[in-house]
């Protein structure tokens, strides 16, 4: 009797690495605005506090943290925001970017 082959596709998938990680030096910072520029190597991403609540002082955003890394963890870092955010939706409803929108909206469900 001759034995099956089963292409590797079809096989299931090695379970995911446990990478451990060392949270005791951790810091959290809040932020509600970052930047993203790059170079041809990497990508960066600075966060910072605005707190200008109607945005129309001109005044100064202060950066607070620079998060830099290559393209492909940025890639990774997309997707997995990506997920995050569609689990976020999926539970509690969809996130309006835009403020004039989320205003009108806020507005409608108060009527």
């Keep these: 009797m001759a034995e099956k082959i089963v292409p590797q596709s079809v096989q299931s998938a090695p379970e995911p690495v446990q990478v451990p ?3 005791s030096h951790i810091l959290a910072t809040y932020a509600n605005f970052c930047r993203v520029t790059g170079t041809p190597e990497e990508l960066i991403v600075d966060f910072g506090l605005n707190k200008q609540v ?3 002082s001109p ?3 202060q950066l607070t943290q620079r998060i830099i890394v290559n393209f492909f963890t940025a890639k990774r870092l997309a997707y997995a925001l990506q997920m995050a955010v569609a689990r976020h939706e999926q539970a509690f409803g969809m996130l309006e970017t835009d403020v004039q929108r989320r205003v009108i909206q806020q507005q409608a469900a108060k009527s």
Excluded: A, K, L
Aim: charge should be negative.
């Design 59 to 61: 005044e100064t955003i």
């Design 21 to 23: 990680v060392d949270e």
């Design 54 to 56: 109607t945005g129309t």
